[in-house]
C-alpha cells in the first residue's frame, strides 16, 4: 500500500454525502489522498501538492458504493427460475434449497473463483465497500466453509445459516443447530448474522431465538423482513436493536412508526464514531423487487417518516443477480420517488450506516467510508458525467469512470 499523497482534481460536482460539511456538494473540487486516507477536500484552486495528480476532467465525483447486502457465495443457475417466474410463478424461499445443492457440490477453489468474479465485476461497477452472507450451506461444516471463504474477499460477513431449513430437517432442531455449534464453527469469521423471518422460513419464535444467541456471541444482528408479506422481521429487528431490516416490501403504518422511533434523537450530522442512538435502517433492494415483480419497497414513505434508508444490491441467483448499484440506484430514482441526492446518499451513507462503519473506528477497527471526508478512507468513484444527476438521467448507461478505493486505482 503506497502512503504517498495523490491529488484528485478538476471534479466538476463532488457529491460528498457528507452532512457535517457547509457544503455537501461542491462545484469544481479536489480530494487529496495520504495513503490510505483522504487528507483534505476543498475547492480545485485551493489544493495542496500531492505526489501524483490526477485530472478528472470535470467528471462528477462521488463515494465509491457501500453495497450493505449480497448473497455472494454460491454457485449454480437459477435462470430457469427466472424464466417461470416471468412467465407468472410466484416466488418461493423453497429455491434456495437448489443453490444449497449445488454450492455444497462446489470445491474451495471453484466458490473462491467465483466469489472473486462476482466481487471483482461490483468493484468494476463502482462497489468499493461489500458486505457478503453465508446462507447456501446450511450445515455447521459449509455454513463454516462459506464463511471462511467469504472473509477472504468482502469487507464484512454475515452469518445467514437461518436462510432456509433445509430439506428432512426440523425447523426447531434445525434452529437449535444455527444457534449453537453452526454459530460457533463461523464465528472466527463474521462480524454480523442474520435471519428470514418469514412464512416458508424461520418464525417470528425461531427468528428471535436466532437474533438473541447471535448477540450473546458478540455479532451485530439484522434481519430479512417484510418481504414476502406483512410479518414481525421489522418489529423483531427494532427490538433486537439490528442495525438494518432488509426488504421490507410489506410495511404496516406501525412498521414505519417502530422504525422511525428507533432514529428519534439521531443527529445525521453530528453522528460521529460511537455515537450514540443509530437507529434500525430499512435497507430497499430495487433490482430485488423489479426481478422477484413484488411491491416496491416503500423507500419514500420510510424517508419521509424520517427512517434512515439504504440502497444495496441484494445480488444473489434467486431474487436478484445483478451487483449494478448503478441500475439501485435509477430505479430507486425513477421508480420509487427518491431524488437523486436521497437515492446516492442510500447507496453510500445509508449502507454504511446499515454496516454501521458510517463514521470512525467500525468494529474492525476500519476507518468510515459512505462519505467523503478527511480521515475517512479515500474511496471514491467518477462517473463519465458532469453531474450524479446522470446516474438516473442516462439510466443504463456505462456511467463508471475511475475508481479508487482506500487511495488506490481499481478501475481505469
Ligand atoms: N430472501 C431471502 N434470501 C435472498 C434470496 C435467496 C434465494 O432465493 O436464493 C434474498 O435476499 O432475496
Ligand atoms: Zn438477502
Redo the contacts with the bound molecule.
Sequence with gaps: MSSASKLVTNIGELSTQDLAADTPVLRDAAVVFEGERISWIGPARQAPAADEVVDAGGRAGLPGWVDSHT?LVFAGDRSAEFDARMAGQAYE?G??AV?TEATRAASDYDLTRLLLARAAEAAAGGTTYLETKTGYGLSVEEERRHARIASTVADTVTFLGA?LVPDGADADEYTDLVCTDMLAAVRPYVQWADV?CEQGAFTTDQSRRVLQAAREAGLGLRV?GN?LGPGAGVQLAVEFGAASVD?VNHLSDDDVATLADSWSGWDDAGAGAGAPGAGTVATC?PA?DLSTRAPLAPARRLLDAGVQVALAS?C?????YTSSMNFCVATAVLQMGLTVQEAVRAATYGGALALRVHAGEDRDGARAVGSLAVGHRADLQLLNAPSVAHLAYRPGMPLTGPVFRAGELVRR
Design positions: 448473497h424461499a429455491g434456495i443453490t436462510h428470514f430479512h418481504q426488504h433492494l430485488c441484494n444473489n441467483p434467486g431474487t436478484s
